[in-house]
């Protein structure tokens, strides 16, 4: 069965600060996704990382997927106030009809 | 924006009741899935549709039906409410994509609370 750990679970850090989010999965997947929810929304996809070695940035975010470790990472630079959110990876499988399985999320709050 | 509703988008019903949730999507995708959403579990998939009436259990099926008589429209019913079925439901579609990505993209949710 496959399981996804993100960690932490809650990050507050200030603006301008780095940090990484860290998802570990269980078993061989190739396919891993990064999404975003705000509170009360729904959720938005951020990334798609479809292969090892996979990189992929968007503004103050990056991701990136290392298959052999089974780990995804997350990063934020410089971090704004607007990156306030939850943040949820989730893993697939080819073969199964696309089927995922997610972590528990980060709840991220960027301070002033 | 995947076009992607759902309705009712908030609801209150009684312990014991039927209650139907609808997902419907105008982007042809063939996959379609139910999710909920609880505190501390992230997203949990309940049942998943890969056609017209071909549809498969999730982990957390029990207690749930689903229905897809037509490619646009995937039903969730919940036989007999419990209060444990509290929960924000979210509907999703995906479709292989010129990539292979199945990336999901998801509907706006419904908020169901069983008193």
């Known amino acids: 069965e496959l399981k996804v750990e993100q960690n932490p679970l809650f990050l507050s850090m200030q603006e301008g600060k780095n940090y990484t989010i860290y998802c570990n999965y269980s078993t061989t997947s190739d396919r891993l996704y990064w999404y975003r929810q705000d509170p009360g929304k729904s959720l938005e996809s951020l990334f798609v990382l479809l292969s090892n070695g996979a990189v992929k940035q968007e503004g103050r975010l990056m991701a990136s997927l290392d298959t052999k470790a089974r780990l995804s990472t997350l990063h934020i630079t410089a971090a704004v106030h607007d990156l306030s959110a939850t943040y949820f990876c989730?893993?697939?499988?080819?073969?199964?009809?696309?089927?995922?399985?997610f972590g528990t999320g980060t709840r991220l709050q960027v301070t002033l | 924006d995947a076009g992607i509703t759902q309705s009712p988008r908030h609801k209150v019903t009684e312990t014991g009741t039927p209650v139907t949730l609808r997902c419907h999507q105008t982007?042809?995708?063939?996959?379609m899935y139910w999710y909920r959403q609880d505190p501390g579990h992230g997203l949990r998939l309940i049942h998943y549709?890969?056609?017209?009436?071909?549809?498969d259990k999730g982990e957390v099926s029990d207690g749930y039906s689903v229905s897809r008589s037509k490619t646009e429209d995937f039903l969730l019913t919940l036989e007999s409410a419990t209060s444990s079925q509290t929960s924000v439901y979210f509907c999703?579609?995906?479709?292989?994509?010129?990539?292979?990505?199945?990336?999901?993209?998801f509907g706006p949710g419904t908020r169901l609370t069983v008193t």
């Open positions: 549709s890969y056609g017209v009436k071909d549809t």
């Open positions: 982007e042809n995708h063939r996959y």
């Open positions: 999703a579609i995906s479709e292989s994509g010129l990539a292979g990505t199945y990336e999901q993209y």
């Open positions: 989730a893993v697939g499988n080819t073969g199964t009809a696309s089927k995922l399985t």
